[in-house]
């Protein structure tokens, strides 16, 4: 009976990337004091729909490392084979089972945590599939070609994990600091035509962008602002179109006026 456990869940909640993590415990067994910070890796990549870790259960240090891990969710799966790269092969074959026709949800983000044997086949079908590869080794292991593969981005060390998902959190918390509401956005955009006509200055959409940027902490352009429907704008254009059609501001000839007024005495 196969020990393999994908997660059979559908995509949910408009959520794009699945993520499917493989760690091979027999080469990499720090991971073992890491998985908890792996698995909020995965998680801040997309929703985990799978978490293999592969274990000889002829060895008490290994089963003690996957007992660890599965108090985190991960799936043992038993590699009592002890033939060189037993474990490797499984791996492999496991991940392409992700694949398989029928499955409710595919990953779209691999994670593998191995050693220094030859996962270029592998690495080289998912990314022919499409998918993004992640790969965390351990110190001193890694073969330059594997890195080459994957890419410096998508290379790192297990030690790495504390720093990687420190600095993810923050860049996260840096983004949602930055999200501006559409009404503030308004609030934003008319003060800057007032500050551009006050001046005396055409009111061109790059001048008032810069305003808007300069004027509002918030405000890193349009791709910053969002509505409580969810709505995206394409460019800066779409945002000046959308305060048009609410009667926020005035468009003509590509240059824009608040509703009241033309023009503001210095």
């Not at 408009?14 to 910070?37: A, E, F, M, W, Y």
């Not at 840096?174 to 551009?196: F, G, H, M, P, R």
């Not at 501001?249 to 005495?265: A, G, H, I, S, Y």
Request: proline share 3%.
């Amino acid at each position: 009976m196969s020990n393999f456990h994908p997660v059979s869940q559908s995509l949910a909640g408009g959520q794009k990337n699945c993520v499917g993590i493989l760690c091979d415990i027999q080469n990499v067994p720090s991971i073992k004091r890491k998985g908890d910070l792996l698995l909020e890796f995965a998680k801040l990549q997309g929703r985990i729909i799978s978490k293999n870790v592969y274990y000889n259960s002829h060895h008490p240090s290994q089963n003690a490392a996957k007992n660890s891990l599965e108090k985190l969710g991960f799936c043992g799966v038993d590699v009592p084979n002890g033939s060189k790269n037993s474990a490797d092969y499984r791996l492999m074959a496991d991940c392409l089972k992700l694949f398989a026709p029928k499955l409710p949800a595919y990953p779209n983000i691999i994670i593998l945590v191995l050693g220094d044997w030859d996962f270029a086949g592998l690495i080289s079908v998912l990314k022919t599939l499409g998918k993004k590869v992640i790969v965390f080794a351990r110190k001193g292991s890694a073969s330059q070609k594997l890195i080459n593969l994957v890419g410096n981005e998508n290379f790192h060390y297990v030690d790495e994990l504390d720093n990687l998902v420190q600095n993810k959190n923050q860049s996260q918390s840096t983004a949602i600091c930055s999200q501006i509401n559409y009404n503030e956005a308004i609030d934003c955009l008319t003060e800057a035509i007032k500050t551009a006509l006050s001046q005396s200055k055409q009111t061109k959409f790059s001048l008032i962008d810069r305003l808007m940027r300069q004027g509002c902490a918030k405000y890193h352009g349009f791709s910053s602002i969002h509505t409580p429907k969810g709505k995206k704008f394409k460019n800066f254009s779409h945002f000046v179109n959308a305060a048009v059609e609410d009667g926020k501001v005035r468009k003509q000839n590509e240059e824009l006026f608040l509703t009241n007024t033309d023009r503001l005495v210095a």
